[in-house]
């Protein structure tokens, strides 16, 4: 029988040193220094799966060719996955404005809507959206409108796509919702809740990481990109506030979450529209601020 080796547990300044600017690289995650006990403890299982001894020989693996595969898992194990249902709500009460005043009348002649939910997590950001949408309008899944909702983290997108959630993940959902949305069941001597299919029709799950290229052809109406860029240091996030103005509709709502800001709106063509709320610079304003330029 062969036999697992133990694993030494200490990471050296030097592995670290490797392992944050690979994290950094390939997701745009930023490790500082004061997580290294975190990183250890979040990767340790890496070294036990792979039967590595030591992270001078993990940072070795993980940043050779041959490392490929593992790269995805350590992102996974990285990643900072929290979420719950209807987190800071005031978004969604946002977003079912929107519906009645702005994706109805649109929908109803004929025209698409797409809502991006970018680092979704394991789905609670998602199918908040849309049981806020079905709330707002019951038959909206017969019209042309979808939620698209990506993550860098296989294992989220994964558990997103079972929409199986435990008790400890469906606070917030009030349970009137719940009812109506969820059914309940005994999984492994646990009661879970199971999104329906009411739900799950109006979302698809993607792995997709925000720093690549991105496949999506049509244009988004709203993004919701919320707790996701707080990893990222400044140059990667002016990095992607063009790219979302870019595959945002000229009346399109950007998301972030409260403890995140476009530091300076204007310079990627957004203005502020209430908490963490952001639009793009309608012609009208950037005709009017570049006059002012004059
Ligand atoms: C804290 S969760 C936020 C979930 C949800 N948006 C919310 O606000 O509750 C952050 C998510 O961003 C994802 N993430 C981090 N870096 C990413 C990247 N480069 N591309 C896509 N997703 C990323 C993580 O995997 C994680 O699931």
Not at 85 to 105: A, G, S, T
Request: hydrophobic fraction near 40%; aromatic fraction near 8%.
């Amino acid at each position: 029988m062969m036999k697992t080796q133990s694993v030494d547990t200490a990471i050296d300044a030097k592995s670290f040193e490797a392992i944050a600017q690979l994290a950094y690289s390939e997701s745009g995650l930023q490790l500082a220094a004061e997580k290294m006990s975190m990183i250890q403890s979040r990767l340790r299982h890496r070294l036990r799966a792979l039967d590595i001894p030591n992270f001078e020989n993990y940072s070795a693996f993980v940043c050779s060719e041959d490392g490929r595969h593992e790269r995805r898992h350590m992102i996974s194990a990285l990643t900072t996955n929290v979420s719950h249902f209807f987190r800071e709500k005031h978004h969604f009460d946002v977003l079912q404005k929107c519906v009645v005043n702005d994706f109805l009348p649109r929908l109803r002649s004929g025209d698409r809507v797409r809502i991006w939910s970018a680092g979704c997590s394991n789905g609670q950001e998602a199918l908040s959206i849309a049981m806020s949408l079905l709330e707002a309008v019951p038959d909206i899944d017969e019209m042309d409108i979808r939620i698209l909702a990506t993550d860098i983290d296989a294992n989220v997108v994964q558990f997103a796509k079972a929409a199986t959630y435990p008790d400890r993940l469906i606070s917030g959902i009030p349970e009137e919702l719940l009812q109506k949305y969820f059914s309940r069941k005994r999984e492994k001597e646990e009661t879970v809740f199971c999104a329906n299919s009411k739900l799950l029709n109006l979302v698809r799950f993607n792995e997709l990481n925000l720093l690549s290229k991105w496949p999506m052809k049509q244009s988004m109406d709203v993004i919701f990109c919320r707790n996701v860029v707080i990893y990222f240091d400044t140059e990667t996030q002016n990095r992607l506030w063009p790219r979302f103005h870019q595959i945002l509709n000229p009346n399109g709502y950007l998301f972030l979450g409260h403890s995140e800001r476009i530091a300076d709106p204007q310079a990627s063509g957004f203005e502020t529209d209430g908490p963490t709320t952001y639009r793009p610079m309608n012609s009208a304003n950037q005709t009017s601020s570049a006059s002012k330029g004059k």
